[in-house]
């Protein structure tokens, strides 16, 4: 069996592994695209650049009378913190990118390895010492019964004030409801996510209606060159494992 994906949470792991069957993933495809629209949906809560770019349009730059403008407060990145959740590819690339912007990285994983040769970089001891210290925090770890609502009502307690999260990852490590009380109080300020609970979204999500909340539809690994990874390495996967030479076994 191969799934067209990195996650494969969807796999009845035990039940494969009982009866023998093996199991390949692709393990490498989408780094760059998910970690370039997790910034994606940051610049955006950051910039506002739809929302200005409507107000233009709509004449409010003129009616101003003044040579800048905006309507919604400005972020910047350099000197912030950027908290990681989970130390994959995807995770060190956001590192990597996150630096760039000046932002100081922190880092919460299971397995303190491969820490990176970045300027200014630190491990977390837990997930709540992570929320508390961070500007933004990012979750990019798998699903898992340890992981599952891992973001709830007592961690969300710890976020600082004005931060914000985003999830690229797993719907489920994040509970809805408990964000979007969290998002009323004011605390953190915004999200972004790129994942739900239930695919696709059902109208009774609380994130719909839960203020300052980017919503997309699970479109971060969807660049038309990780794709075309994906299908290549799960041809590859196929083609391998017939002939005896299974890869990317999991």
Not at 69 to 78: G, H, M, T
Not at 190 to 206: L, T
Not at 207 to 222: G, M, S, Y
Not at 245 to 250: K, L
């Amino acid at each position: 069996m191969t799934v067209t994906a990195t996650g494969y949470d969807c796999v009845d792991a035990i039940a494969t592994r009982e009866l023998g069957i093996t199991v390949c993933n692709v393990p490498e495809y989408g780094t760059d695209s998910v970690a370039q629209h997790a910034f994606a949906l940051l610049l955006h809560l950051c910039h506002h650049v739809e929302l200005h770019d409507r107000a233009v349009h709509a004449g409010k730059w003129q009616a101003s009378g003044d040579f800048s403008f905006w309507e919604r407060p400005l972020i910047a990145l350099a000197g912030k913190t950027l908290g990681i959740v989970g130390w994959g590819r995807i995770g060190q690339q956001m590192a990597q990118i996150g630096s760039t912007f000046g932002m100081e990285i922190l880092a919460f994983t299971r397995t303190q390895k491969d820490p990176p040769t970045l300027k200014h970089f630190d491990w977390s001891s837990s997930i709540v010492h992570l929320v508390s210290r961070s500007d933004v925090v990012s979750l990019h770890c798998p699903l898992t019964d340890a992981t599952r609502g891992l973001i709830n009502r007592e961690t969300l307690r710890h976020f600082r004030p004005g931060s914000i999260l985003l999830n690229t990852s797993r719907g489920a490590l994040v509970v809805e409801q408990d964000l979007a009380d969290a998002l009323r109080s004011g605390i953190p300020m915004a999200a972004a996510v790129d994942v739900v609970s239930q695919e696709p979204i059902v109208e009774s999500n609380p994130l719909l209606a839960a203020p300052n909340c980017v919503i997309t539809p699970h479109q971060a690994w969807a660049t038309l060159l990780a794709r075309q990874r994906l299908m290549q390495t799960s041809v590859r996967n196929v083609r391998e494992y017939l002939a005896g030479r299974p890869i990317h076994t999991v």
